[in-house]
């Protein structure tokens, strides 16, 4: 009898401090939810940090309707709404809905950029607790750049119980954020966190160490003053690893562009100035054929690609054989005219595409593996870039095997080192001019494929990398892939080291500039090609 009463005493006292709780958290609940009625950033801010603070499970609620512009406020009424959709109110506090009109005063709570801070800080305090550490790490971040002292205590025990390392890092890195821009922390409290922020190295890292409050002493300016410099020295070295990285995939598009262009222009001497519309037919091949499998099976949609290439080589192919039947073979031996002819054809390309499917850009999916980047130390690495580049790597080895390996290469090369004992020895150079325009075409087509899912595919698509792509031919050496190999990832890089200083049509101008000087020492370009005909 004395266990069944001391029991149920028991059970007595634990539903009073349930209740008790339950009415504290209401209590403060409703103090953070009226400070939103008031119409001041101040004290937002202040209703913000107190949602986060009171542990009820509407602060997130709340806190995620005034971040997306649903809060409302009704000064009259001192009261605070959610607005769930038109004509649908909820209380912020309680989440009963709100029946009969809306207040006449009826306002949304503004937002600035210090109260958007908050509200990401404090939504971060929010998560630092979560099971998922994909959300512990981006709640660290958030925490991290808003620098809410409000969140400390959350902050100390999500540390305390953190076993990722990676996770933890950052819990720290937030932590020491929030240290040196306190005024109570100590000196000692303070430089650690300078050696914290320092590890960190990046541009948040560095504006944080370049923006101490003013109260700060003098040894903990100094140590910052340090840590930055370190910071800058290493943000200098990644910056011009990704410039390198943005030149090499840069090149890698020039090299698509001009292969097939270094093949026509070597062997048969055609100045083809409709070389870039064939790269724009393989881009709107591509195009069909995503519009295809959007309409008939979506499914195959990753491998729109791999159907894409083989398409695209075929129809540019068959456009650059009928080309060369049609025209080019009538202008053997007059460049000029040939200029002049192809640049015609690019017109009328142009034309029959825009026709076709109109003016305007057209849209061309990524599939989901190339899409998405990954951080590599400190630079930025993209899916559709890094494929590029691997692409054009292998269309370079395929071409080169075609050459070395094949009875068509083995009657290319002889053609391109000395025609007429090309054709002597029973060669039908025709024929192979035929089939090498169709093949420099084709190669076109594909790198089209490939520039689709970084350019937009339009009809002018191909115009913008026709100058490029001679530029690259001539600097390497006419006719010889190895020239184009090396000339487009030198030209590549060249570019992009030159734009930061100078922009992008000046570093062009620059780069012009400094290949006609070195055709005026090399005239045949760094890998000239070796024979009579073309010593002759």
Not at 22 to 44: G, N, P
Request: net charge neutral.
């Amino acid at each position: 009898m004395h266990i069944y009463r001391a029991c149920l005493v028991a059970l007595l006292l634990v539903f009073v401090v349930a209740l008790g709780h339950t009415a504290a958290h209401a209590a403060s609940l409703d103090e953070a939810v009226a400070h939103f009625a008031a119409d001041d950033f101040d004290e937002s801010i202040a209703g913000v940090g107190e949602l986060a603070a009171s542990g009820s499970p509407r602060a997130e609620i709340i806190i995620r309707a005034l971040q997306n512009g649903q809060l409302m406020f009704s000064a009259e009424r001192k009261a605070v709404y959610i607005q769930e959709a038109a004509d649908k109110l909820t209380d912020a506090a309680t989440g009963q809905p709100i029946t009969g009109s809306p207040p006449d005063d009826l306002d949304n709570v503004r937002l600035n950029n210090r109260l958007r801070g908050a509200i990401d800080g404090a939504l971060g305090g929010l998560t630092l607790l979560s099971s998922d550490p994909a959300k512990r790490y981006a709640a660290g971040e958030a925490v991290f750049k808003s620098r809410e002292a409000s969140v400390l205590p959350t902050l100390e025990t999500a540390i305390a119980k953190e076993q990722d390392p990676r996770v933890k890092q950052v819990l720290l890195q937030a932590r020491a954020a929030i240290t040196l821009s306190s005024d109570s922390a100590t000196d000692a409290d303070k430089l650690t966190a300078v050696e914290i922020i320092g590890l960190r190295g990046d541009q948040d890292a560095l504006g944080l160490l370049s923006s101490l409050p003013a109260s700060t002493s003098a040894a903990v300016v100094k140590a910052a003053g340090v840590a930055a410099l370190a910071i800058q020295k290493r943000l200098a070295v990644w910056d011009a690893v990704q410039n390198a990285w943005y030149g090499i995939s840069l090149g890698s598009v020039l090299l698509l562009a001009a292969i097939g262009l270094a093949i026509t222009f070597g062997v048969m001497g055609v100045i083809n100035m409709a070389h870039g519309e064939m790269v724009m037919i393989g881009a709107y091949a591509t195009y069909v054929v995503q519009e295809l499998i959007r309409n008939y099976d979506p499914g195959l949609f990753d491998y729109s690609l791999a159907i894409a290439f083989p398409l695209a080589f075929v129809v540019s192919g068959i456009v650059g054989i009928l080309i060369e039947r049609c025209v080019i073979r009538f202008l053997y031996g007059r460049p000029l005219e040939t200029l002049l002819a192809t640049w015609g054809l690019s017109l009328i390309l142009q034309q029959a595409v825009r026709s076709a499917f109109g003016p305007n850009n057209r849209e061309v999916g990524n599939p989901s593996w190339m899409s998405g980047a990954f951080d590599l130390g400190g630079i930025t690495i993209t899916y559709n870039r890094m494929w590029i580049i691997c692409f054009s790597l292998g269309v370079f080895v395929a071409l080169l095997a075609l050459l070395r390996y094949t009875r068509f290469g083995l009657e290319m090369r002889a053609v391109t080192q000395n025609r007429p004992m090309a054709a002597s020895m029973g060669i039908r150079t025709s024929r192979v001019d035929a089939l090498t325009f169709g093949l420099g075409s084709g190669i076109a087509g594909i790198a089209g494929v490939a520039l689709s899912q970084i350019d937009n595919v339009s009809p002018n698509l191909g115009q913008g990398y026709i100058i490029d792509s001679f530029m690259v031919v001539v600097f390497g050496g006419v006719g010889n892939l190895w020239g184009t190999f090396v000339g487009s990832f030198v030209l590549g890089i060249a570019n992009k080291f030159l734009e930061p200083y100078a922009g992008a049509v000046l570093g062009k101008i620059a780069i012009l500039v400094l290949i006609i000087l070195f055709i005026q020492k090399r005239p045949r370009g760094m890998f000239a090609l070796k024979g009579r005909a073309v010593e002759a």
